[in-house]
């Protein structure tokens, strides 16, 4: 039987397990990345297992999240990172350079290679023919330290693309009716692996809106074979050399199969406040919009801003509507500098940004109250964008620009009608990606060789073994859907605390509910309860890490997103599956008992635990391979990497 594109990958960097559906591998990783809000963690843990020096082939640190340095705690962090990547051999690129993904896919991302990031967004260069996954900050350090990755081998699925974009229909359309379909929830335990004639009708860049994208649909990661386009898009960016061919066999067998004709697809919004929330945007047409952002790791490209430059040269964008452009990556800005676009997009009256993640995670142009939003960005979570009564749309940069010209959500085809030499802009590479590289420092550039902490950097916290009685209050009990959002909300006032956990932890799920935090701290142990798909969204660990700082022993929820839940058995939470009648059954408040003795139980591989509420008793399950019950039983991944370290000397 032949092999699908990521079986291939997947053969060449297996270290431990078979490629069998569900069965638990360990992959070798050539390349990590961490950006700085999960960066932090990653270095102290880094340093707290007493490693030396990176041992991935690329290993490289960003500082895109948080780059406006409102006082020191984020100007220490910055230069804390600088200073790990300095001594433990990474690349560092500069806050200002740009996104994490953005500066990854034009420096370092190749075909046939696997990535781990410890963001959510890492399946970005999938579009290159690249294996690339989100993981937490611990994983990301242990693989930096040589050590394999495990997985539980998901399904891959054949998303086969036919035909060729129409007019106005982008990549950001082809994500955007695959969640239409699938919703958040549609890829999870998945590869969605993208074939077909209709993929070289699409350039890389393309190609990379798709699989960055994918993410919200809970995929573990999503991937293009390779072709002239990727070739193409590597000789552009002056990596022409690590091209290499990768295809599916024509026999390969998938799990499943999803077909996207993509003539049929035209321009599509996703609404409030999810992205899978999605309709073609002439049912929304008309609503005022009074602020546009284009930018993002999905949408932030040279390839994305200028179809936006070109459509507004020579116009003004509406007066009542405030028009951002925010590129992905600085080469983007300094690139469309040069060609004269930039000062067309300021004269068109486009406030021109600095590339970051900014606003994507509400620091900066926070949209003003109970008001309209329209952005080219992935995520839509209520309040992600700083404010909790917020409406923001996402979209592809063509209706963006088409909005922000209107000053209303309006169908481009339809503006197009009433805009004299109006078209369609299409996409258009450069010939070559020529920024400067001066805000990236490599490994022999170093500056630094020692680390440098400011008084904002604390002490990674460690867990203790897990113990055999668990039991305390339904501290919380929340819906379904919780994001890591809801848990660590990612603004600027919260999150300058990511290397302080006693600070951070203060203001744990406090978008649920304010006086949790201090609940739990009194408690002294304790559960949370959720519905369906708690911890989607990030990769953000402290959404696991602050939960163990105050003291929570268990999550029990009707399913966990994949990310969060390795999380949670990173940092020595157990997670148990209940079905709708148990959580139905649960009121915030009770007290729970776990009946079993839970080490024994999680260290003896048994599934099936009895839980007691009140006078009830209910079954919740543990499905967790192996090794997760032995960083569980250990109390989270630092301590069992210690155990292994200690056991192996
Ligand atoms: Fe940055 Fe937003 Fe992309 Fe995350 S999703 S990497 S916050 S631009």
Redesign the pocket.
């Known amino acids: 039987m032949g092999q699908t594109l990521t079986e291939k990958i997947l053969e060449d960097h297996l270290v431990e397990g078979e490629l069998e559906t569900g069965e638990e591998i360990g992959i070798e990783i050539d390349q990590v990345l961490t ?1 700085d809000t999960t960066g932090t963690m990653v270095w102290l843990q880094f340093e707290a297992m007493g490693l030396d020096e990176v041992q991935t082939e690329i290993a490289a640190q960003y500082c ?2 948080q780059t406006y340095q409102f006082d020191f705690k984020n100007t220490d962090d910055h230069r804390f990172l600088r200073s790990a990547a300095g001594t433990y051999g990474a690349h560092f690129s500069r806050p200002g350079n740009g ?3 953005n500066v990854h896919r034009e420096n370092f991302a190749a075909p046939g290679k696997t990535l781990l990031g410890s ?3 890492t399946p970005t260069p999938g579009g290159l023919g690249e294996l690339a996954i989100g993981a937490g900050g611990i994983d990301v350090t242990v693989a930096m330290g040589g050590a394999p990755y495990y997985i539980e081998m998901p399904e891959i699925v054949n998303v086969r693309l036919e035909g060729e974009l129409p007019e106005w229909a982008t990549a950001k359309d082809v994500i955007l009716e695959m969640l239409r379909r699938l919703s958040v929830k549609g890829g999870v335990g998945k590869i969605l692996e993208y074939t077909g004639p209709g993929v070289e009708t699409l350039t890389a860049p393309e190609r990379m809106t798709i699989t960055n994208m994918g993410t919200e649909l809970g995929a573990t990661t999503s991937i293009f074979p390779t072709d002239e386009q990727t070739e193409d898009y590597l000789e552009r960016v002056g990596r022409g050399d690590e091209y290499v061919e990768i295809q599916p066999d024509e026999d390969a067998e998938y799990d499943d199969e999803i077909v996207v004709d993509l003539s049929d697809l035209e321009p599509l919004i996703a609404q409030p406040s999810m992205p899978d929330n999605v309709v073609p945007v002439s049912e929304v047409a008309g609503e005022d919009v009074e602020q546009v952002i284009v ?4 949408n ?1 490209g040279y390839e994305d801003i200028l179809p936006v430059a070109k459509m507004l040269e020579g116009r003004e964008t509406s007066m009542e509507t405030e028009t951002i452009v925010a590129p ?1 990556s600085k080469q983007a800005s300094e690139m469309l500098a040069r060609e004269g676009w930039v000062a067309e997009m300021m004269a068109a009256g486009v406030n021109f940004s600095e590339a970051t ?1 900014g606003a ?2 509400g620091i900066g142009h926070v949209p003003a109250s109970d008001s309209v939003s329209l952005r080219t ?3 839509n979570f209520e309040g992600r964008s700083g404010i909790e009564d917020d409406n923001v749309y996402l979209c592809s940069p063509e209706v963006a620009a088409a909005a922000a010209i209107k000053g209303e959500i309006i169908d481009p085809r339809d503006l197009e009608e009433e805009e004299e030499d109006l078209e369609a802009p299409g996409v258009e590479l450069p010939e070559e990606y020529d920024g400067s590289k001066t805000d990236l420092i490599a490994p022999d550039e170093a500056v630094d060789d020692e680390l440098i902490k400011g008084p904002n950097i604390g002490d990674v916290p460690i867990r203790d073994q897990l113990s055999a009685d668990v039991e305390g209050e339904a501290l919380l009990k929340m819906e379904d859907n919780i994001t890591t959002d809801h848990i660590i909300p ?1 603004t600027q006032d919260i999150l300058m605390y990511r290397s302080n956990v006693p600070k951070l932890s203060e203001f744990t799920l406090s978008r649920v509910d304010d006086t949790f935090a201090e609940r739990a701290l009194d408690a002294d142990g304790g559960f949370l309860v959720a519905g369906e798909n708690y911890g989607q969204g ?1 990769s953000r660990e402290h959404a696991a890490l602050c939960p163990m700082y105050l003291g929570i022993e268990a999550v029990l929820a009707q399913s966990f997103a994949r990310i969060h839940r390795a999380n949670l058995f990173n940092f020595g939470i157990v997670p148990l599956t209940i079905d709708e009648d148990t959580y139905e059954s649960i009121d915030q408040g009770d007290e729970i008992e776990i009946v079993d003795d839970v080490y024994e139980a999680v260290t003896s591989g048994q599934e099936e635990f009895t839980v007691r509420v009140g006078d009830d008793e209910f079954t919740a399950t543990l499905d967790a391979s192996e090794r997760e019950r032995d960083i569980l039983a250990a109390g989270g991944k630092l301590a069992w990497t210690r155990e292994q370290a200690e056991g192996a000397s």
């Open positions: 950006q895109d999240h996104i994490c993904h963001d959510s967004h930018g993002s790791c999905t932030g992905g993640c994507c995670i960005f992935n995520r990612a990030s």
